[in-house]
T-cell receptor
Framework: AQSVTQPDIHITVSEGASLELRCNYSYGATPYLFWYVQSPGQGLQLLLK??????LVQGIKGFEAEFKRSQSSFNLRKPSVHWSDAAEYFCAVGTPYNNNDMRFGAGTRLTVKP | DGGITQSPKYLFRKEGQNVTLSCEQN?????MYWYRQDPGQGLRLIYY???????QKGDIAEGYSVSREKKESFPLTVTSAQKNPTAFYLC????????????FGQGTRLTVV
């Protein structure tokens, strides 16, 4: 079965600084990859997703992610972080067969310093 | 507006009681899911349903039960057999097919007192 690892439990960045959140997946074929964001006590919202094609994916709120097959990674990036970006971020991996087998990483909590 | 509504937002349960968490969606999605979220563990799948009157166990179904009598509704019962029920529970729905976006409710925080 597929799996996903988010190596960083907690990251702190200064407002205006760039951000990169790491995600590594394990799956034998090309996976479906997602990044979700969760504000405290709330549900998850989709930031972006990758299925095929261009390996650089643009999402909402100025986020982007790059799929690197050779590194089994799907890192999330943002050039300039805003205080409102403070939240928990989840990477998820699914298969081309069905959504029932989607696996979520443990999450990375982002703190933004003023 | 279309979306998923979970209720209640906070729920307290005494030891040995069953409690039911509500999940309703008006997105006309066929598939619905229940996840459990614990700190540092991400989301773990409890049950899912791809169609009315059918549902399947996820990775951590023990101590939980569900029903899917209507397309819009997918309630989760946390039974007394669930030994550690204190957690944040999330309901989600998707269209049928692989790779479609999951829409999540706002969650229910269950605490055993």
């Amino acid at each position: 079965a597929q799996s996903v690892t988010q190596p960083d439990i907690h990251i702190t960045v200064s407002e205006g600084a760039s951000l990169e959140l790491r995600c590594n997946y394990s799956y034998g074929a090309t996976p479906y990859l997602f990044w979700y964001v969760q504000s405290p006590g709330q549900g998850l919202q989709l930031l972006l997703k990758y299925f095929s094609g261009d390996t650089l994916v643009q999402g909402i709120k100025g986020f982007e992610a790059e799929f690197k097959r050779s590194q089994s990674s799907f890192n999330l990036r943002k050039p300039s972080v805003h205080w409102s970006d403070a939240a928990e971020y989840f990477c998820a991996v699914g298969t081309p067969y069905n959504n029932n087998d989607m696996r979520f990483g443990a999450g990375t909590r982002l703190t933004v310093k003023p | 507006d279309g979306g998923i509504t979970q209720s209640p937002k906070y729920l307290f349960r005494k030891e040995g009681q069953n409690v039911t968490l509500s999940c309703e969606q008006n997105l006309n999605h066929d598939a619905m899911y229940w996840y459990r979220q614990d700190p540092g563990q991400g989301l773990r799948l409890i049950y899912y349903s791809q169609i009315v009157n059918d549902f399947q166990k996820g990775d951590i179904a023990e101590g939980y039960s569900v029903s899917r009598e209507k397309k819009e509704s997918f309630p989760l019962t946390v039974t007394s057999a669930q030994k550690n029920p204190t957690a944040f529970y999330l309901c989600a729905s998707t269209e049928q097919g692989a790779g479609t976006e999951a829409f999540f409710g706002q969650g229910t925080r269950l605490t055993v007192v």
